[in-house]
């Protein structure tokens, strides 16, 4: 009865190699074997299944009707062999390891920590570890540069970066409360109103400034900024205390203080925010379950929900 259950992969593998080089010699080399090592595995193997596996000549060895049927069956087996250790590595990488994220302010506070707590309910070994920027060009170069994984940006962005679309984000019109005597009319807010204010802008939100002003022109209407300041809180204080208006990217708005009155514009302009990598890039396994974890369920902010 042949001895299957002694069977060794470094047998399977020698029967291949002489399969596919048509001698021993020609398979010790690609083995980086000796051509005595590969005799022994042949010669062992075919005693093993009671065989003849080979038929030896002059010019190599040739696989006989029985030998080529298993030698396909030992290519298989190899083929899942590897399978599984690639399965082992995949699992191995995942029990440690980390994710680096580039993003804008209000991507880093409004829609990441609601992702990193998915994520690391799933994956609880993994880290995430978060740089904030001002600018989205910011976010792109910490991309190239490799100091992230990956990064929020403004689409369309740059052809050097693969890119998914997360989450359209419209821009409002924040306006002074109106006085307590004056009775609430919830009407569209026009262009002739909005220029009439004063403007406070976060001067750190150049690229959002800077759509807010193509948009105004395009309808003929230029609003300066006259109060141009750092922090959020402080361009809320001032449209609360009525000395401006101003234009914002809902999600950069929130949270909004009380009396505030939210319109919409008279012409809409939105954001298109999206989770980018650098095309090509080599990147840990990890970064890919985090995109899974983040692209799997829509994205809730400022009473929107959006599908990617």
């Known amino acids: 009865m042949a001895n299957a259950a002694q069977l060794k992969i470094s047998q399977l593998a020698a029967l291949i190699a002489v399969a596919d080089h048509g001698s021993f010699s020609a398979a010790a080399l690609h083995l980086n074997l000796a051509q005595s090592t590969i005799s022994h595995a042949i010669a062992t193997l075919e005693t093993d299944l009671g065989i003849v596996l080979l038929i030896r000549g002059r010019t190599g060895a040739v696989l006989t009707p029985i030998g080529s049927q298993i030698c396909q069956q030992a290519k298989a087996i190899l083929t899942q062999l590897d399978g599984i250790r690639h399965t082992a590595q995949q699992a191995k990488g995942l029990q440690t390891g980390r994710v680096r994220v580039a993003a804008f302010r209000t991507v880093a506070t409004h829609i990441?920590?609601?992702?990193?707590?998915?994520?690391?309910?799933?994956?609880?070994?993994?880290?995430?570890?978060?740089?904030?920027?001002?600018?989205?060009?910011?976010?792109?170069?910490?991309?190239?540069?490799?100091?992230?994984?990956?990064?929020?940006?403004?689409?369309?962005?740059?052809?050097?970066?693969q890119s998914w679309e997360i989450l359209r984000d419209d821009f409002i019109a924040l306006l002074p409360p109106l006085p307590k005597t004056t009775a609430k009319a919830d009407v569209p807010l026009t262009w002739e109103e909005l220029v009439g204010y004063s403007r406070a802008a976060n001067k750190r939100?150049?690229?959002?400034?800077?759509?807010?002003?193509?948009?105004?022109?395009?309808?003929?209407?230029?609003l300066p900024i006259d109060y141009a300041v750092r922090e959020d809180s402080t361009l809320m204080s001032l449209v609360t205390k009525g000395l401006g208006a101003a234009v914002l990217a809902r999600l950069e708005a929130e949270p909004i203080p009380p009396g505030v009155r939210v319109k919409s514009l008279p012409e809409p302009l939105e954001r298109v925010i999206g989770v980018a990598i650098l095309e090509n890039a080599v990147l840990p396994r990890a970064v890919f379950v985090f995109l899974d974890v983040l692209l799997a369920a829509p994205i809730q902010a400022a009473g929107k929900t959006t599908f990617s």
Not at 124 to 148: K, M, N
Not at 205 to 222: D, I, K, M, P, W
């Open 112 to 161: 990441l920590p609601e992702v990193i707590s998915r994520f690391r309910r799933s994956h609880p070994a993994l880290t995430v570890e978060i740089d904030e920027y001002d600018r989205y060009a910011e976010v792109e170069q910490a991309i190239r540069e490799g100091r992230a994984d990956l990064g929020f940006v403004l689409l369309p962005t740059a052809a050097d970066f």
């Open 205 to 222: 939100s150049t690229q959002n400034n800077t759509l807010v002003e193509e948009h105004l022109a395009r309808f003929g209407y230029h």
